[in-house]
């Protein structure tokens, strides 16, 4: 069986990205909306505010983010993982929300290099959704099962 694919990478990288475009930030700016928004993947803004204030380190919040989103795996599973489209700068609560099509962008604004270092939500992200169906090609190099 094939698995459906999805890129995962930044904003910036534009070249490496496909399909429609979401974002995992939880903060993003206006460029960094994309046609939706994956909450699923979106870090919680507490534990967020924790590791950019150093409360907490990068170690620390990932491993806590990778726990909480453990809790649900069945939601980032294809055909399950879904984004809200974005209604006056926020996601909207209100608009059903839609499935993520395979072939799709997740994006976040950390560099590459900083991903590579293991120092971005992202590559957690890649790990789970590679873990639970998806083939995952982040910042361009296909994520062993």
Known sequence: MTRPTLHVTNFASRKLHHGQVFTIMARPRHFET?????GALVPPVP????????????EDYLAQLEESWRRDLQGLEPGVLRYSVWEDG???HVRPVHLVPADSTLCCACSRAKAAAGHCHRVTAARLLVEVGWRVVL???????
């Open 90 to 92: 926020v996601p909207s």
């Open 47 to 58: 534990l967020l505010e924790r590791v950019q204030r150093h409360v907490i380190t990068i």
């Open 34 to 38: 994309g046609e939706g928004r994956v």
């Open 139 to 145: 910042d361009g190099e296909e994520v062993s099962p």
